[in-house]
């Protein structure tokens, strides 16, 4: 026989696809469900826990658990596309806010992603992502300064890389990938609406033109609910 948890996980998982729970209301409390149940809060905290973890609800602290969006949008992994590309095959079209456009002296940190030496300068732009007026990624781009000579806000409001690519004509090749899950930090949270969510998720890329030039290094910084992240692979034979 099952345990009764995961019956409970299951026929909650039945009303969250049915839209009996709907995206972004809260569920019940763990009281009521104990008692809608006929079980004990503990048995509803492990069904809530199972929601939890398959990406059907958020806990969030001091007010209970809310149903998650599903309908999240897909972001590619293995492949270099400017958002600009992702955002016009997105049904929803996200909003760009430039919060820095400025030439910058690089810190240790960014002379270390980029090999620079000591005073060498790098453009710094950051920049948040909004759907449904819902701040959920952080994009911040250093760019070598000796390799891109110039950029405006109004370029980083559109696109980067539209920029690079069609006005200086600089070929973007290829890019080295890291993904990780962190704590927020301070500026995550000064700059993403991140109210309930105890991690972010970070796309690191270090970006090569074609003559195998490191010019670029972005963390891109996604709450993570609103995306999937997916991949294409092959076994070889």
């Known amino acids: 026989m099952r345990n009764k948890y995961v019956m409970i996980y299951q026929e909650m998982v039945q009303k969250i696809e049915k839209e009996t729970f709907k995206a972004n209301e809260f569920l019940p409390s763990e009281n009521e469900l104990a008692e809608q149940y006929q079980t004990s809060r503990e048995t509803i905290r492990k069904a809530l826990n199972l929601l939890a973890q398959n990406g059907y609800i958020q806990k969030i602290r001091g007010k209970g658990s809310t149903v998650i969006e599903r309908n999240k949008f897909d972001f590619p992994v293995s492949g270099l596309v400017s958002f600009k590309e992702l955002a016009d095959k997105m049904g929803e079209k996200p909003m760009t806010t430039v919060h820095?456009?400025?030439?910058?002296?690089?810190?240790?940190?960014?002379?270390?992603?980029?090999?620079?030496?000591?005073?060498?300068?790098?453009?710094?732009?950051?920049?948040?992502?909004?759907?449904?007026?819902?701040?959920?990624?952080?994009?911040?781009?250093?760019?070598?300064?000796?390799?891109?000579?110039?950029?405006?806000?109004?370029?980083?409001?559109?696109?980067?890389?539209?920029?690079?690519?069609?006005?200086?004509?600089?070929?973007?090749?290829?890019?080295?990938?890291?993904?990780?899950?962190?704590?927020p930090t301070e500026e995550d949270r000064a700059l993403l609406d991140l109210e309930g969510f105890y991690n972010v998720v970070v796309i690191k890329n270090y970006v090569y033109l074609d003559d195998a030039t490191l010019f670029q290094y972005t963390e891109s910084r996604h709450r993570p609910d609103k995306f999937r992240f997916v991949d294409f692979a092959r076994r070889e034979h």
């Open 100 to 183: 820095q456009c400025a030439k910058i002296s690089a810190n240790d940190f960014i002379q270390h992603q980029l090999k620079l030496k000591n005073n060498q300068e790098v453009w710094e732009i950051i920049r948040t992502r909004s759907f449904s007026e819902q701040r959920v990624i952080l994009d911040k781009d250093y760019l070598i300064a000796n390799t891109v000579q110039h950029i405006s806000r109004d370029i980083a409001e559109t696109s980067i890389y539209d920029y690079l690519e069609n006005q200086l004509g600089l070929i973007i090749s290829f890019a080295k990938k890291e993904i990780i899950v962190e704590e």
